[in-house]
């Protein structure tokens, strides 16, 4: 059985792991660190393991690997203390929030020769797998262009503080996005046009609203809309749309379609009765499985790199008004 713990329940997502950890029989969520000891406290006892205050005594821990989940200009130094113990690392994306420090993360875990996987989950969403087979059997023919969508709920918090997110809506969803079409169809980015702006909040310092207009090897165009526009009242917490153009055909996906539709007069909302699969679930279970088999998770630390260098041109290039190569 693979013991796992969580390093800082700072991002949403720490809480969607932490249950799937205790619904895998083969893996067991240890123990639960965290920089801000009343949250680390309140997850260890919600998900009814251990809190433990001293980084050091954590991963002194018998413990395997560990699921970082902190705000994205902490990753860094977290995945530094955490290769130096020896853990098997799952890192939540962006894995950091500029190219250096993405690179420098997977040096240290190449040098410790520790496991580092990019939390992707999308590459485990069953319309998204399905979409990923069909291009991979050729009889869409060849792809000529992509449109995507990943529109969200306004997080606040630190994600609204650029010293600590390092970037708004358009690093949050776009890394996403990247991958996703990185895994679909074997190619990589070339080149990013990005517009954005903060249009939809105020008081905040980051962006929440990002249009990209980019290419891929084999000319393929993509246009992207990031954004945290999805009301306070939506039914979950955004969305994730495909449509791909090809010379036999389109293809288009929603990766939160598998659901029933709820009218709840005591809500007094619709709200989405789920009954497919659970993406965070797949993620987790191949990085438990990497960890018992001591390797590479299936989305790569490279992966989180790729995605990140992607995004940061886009920031680049809205910074510029131009075109920028990746």
């Not at 980015?189 to 980051?206: A, M, R, S």
């Not at 749309?241 to 598998?258: M, P, S």
């Amino acid at each position: 059985m693979a013991k796992i713990g969580i390093m800082s329940f700072a991002h949403m997502h720490a809480y969607s792991y932490a249950a799937c950890l205790n619904a895998l029989p083969e893996a067991k969520l240890a123990a639960v660190w965290d920089d801000d000891p009343q949250r680390g406290q309140a997850a260890a006892e919600q998900f009814d393991t251990d809190f433990v205050g001293d980084l050091r005594t954590f991963l002194g821990l018998d413990i395997d690997g560990v699921i970082i989940t902190s705000e994205n200009v902490k990753h860094k130094a977290m995945v530094e203390q955490a290769a130096g113990a020896e853990k098997w690392i799952l890192c939540e994306k962006p894995i950091a929030p500029n190219v250096q420090d993405a690179q420098e993360i997977i040096n240290t875990c190449k040098r410790a020769r520790v496991g580092l996987g990019t939390a992707f989950p999308c590459r485990y969403s069953a319309p998204l797998m399905a979409v990923k087979e069909m291009v991979a059997s050729g009889e869409y023919g060849k792809i000529y262009a992509a449109s995507c969508t990943n529109h969200g709920q306004f997080p606040g918090g630190w994600f609204a503080q650029q010293a600590l997110a390092g970037g708004g809506a358009t690093m949050d969803h776009t890394v996403h996005v990247v991958d996703m079409l990185r895994w679909m169809t074997g190619k990589e980015f070339t080149k990013v046009y990005c517009e954005n702006g903060t249009l939809l909040h105020t008081g905040i310092d980051t962006d929440d609203l990002g249009s990209l207009h980019l290419e891929m090897q084999g000319g393929i165009k993509v246009s992207h809309i990031a954004s945290w526009s999805r009301a306070n009242s939506f039914p979950t917490w955004g969305d994730i749309t495909l449509e791909i153009v090809a010379e036999k055909g389109v293809i288009r996906a929603d990766a939160f379609n598998q659901k029933l539709n709820v009218y709840n007069d005591k809500a007094l909302k619709a709200e989405w009765a789920y009954w497919g699969d659970n993406p965070d679930l797949g993620l987790v279970k191949d990085f438990v499985a990497a960890v018992d088999e001591r390797r590479e998770p299936s989305v790569s630390g490279i992966d989180g790199l790729r995605a990140v260098e992607v995004t940061v041109a886009a920031y680049k290039s809205a910074a510029t008004g131009q075109m920028v190569r990746v």
